[in-house]
Nanobody
Framework: QVELVESGGGVVQPGDSLRLSCTAS??????VAWFRQAPGKEREFVAC????????YYGDSIRGRFTISRDNAKTTVYLQMNNLVPEDTAVYSC???????????????????WGQGTQVTVSS
């Protein structure tokens, strides 16, 4: 069983940065992604780190502001978020899966493991 725990959320002002962490216990994982869900909206794909630990993919709304990475032990995945805007306000969740194919990384239903999420609020 894999448990994912997110941390690093908080309240920041527009233009600030935050780094979210997703730590796995139980085993190392292959493909990991971040999703977010704002009030009244569907869960949105944010970023994915492919199982080779090198290839990264991002949602269209990120526009080069976020970076996904992992530590060498492969147990923690980070989401560095820069130049935050109010539209980034959401609950951010990490997800992991071992059976994904590249064309399906944006499909939240195909991820096997999920964390409980961390709140990010961007407000002046």
């Amino acid at each position: 069983q894999v448990e994912l725990v997110e941390s690093g959320g908080g309240v920041v002002q527009p233009g600030d940065s935050l780094r979210l962490s997703c730590t796995a216990s139980g085993r190392t994982f292959s493909t990991v992604a971040w999703f977010r869900q704002a009030p009244g909206k569907e869960r949105e794909f944010v970023a994915c780190l492919w199982r080779n630990g090198v290839n990264t993919y991002y949602g269209d709304s990120i526009r080069g502001r976020f970076t996904i990475s992992r530590d060498n032990a492969k147990t923690t995945v980070y989401l560095q978020m820069n130049n935050l805007v109010p539209e980034d306000t959401a609950v951010y969740s990490c997800a992991a899966g071992n059976r994904l194919i590249l064309s399906s990384i944006r499909n939240r239903d195909l991820y096997e493991y999920w964390g409980q999420g961390t709140q990010v609020t961007v407000s002046s």
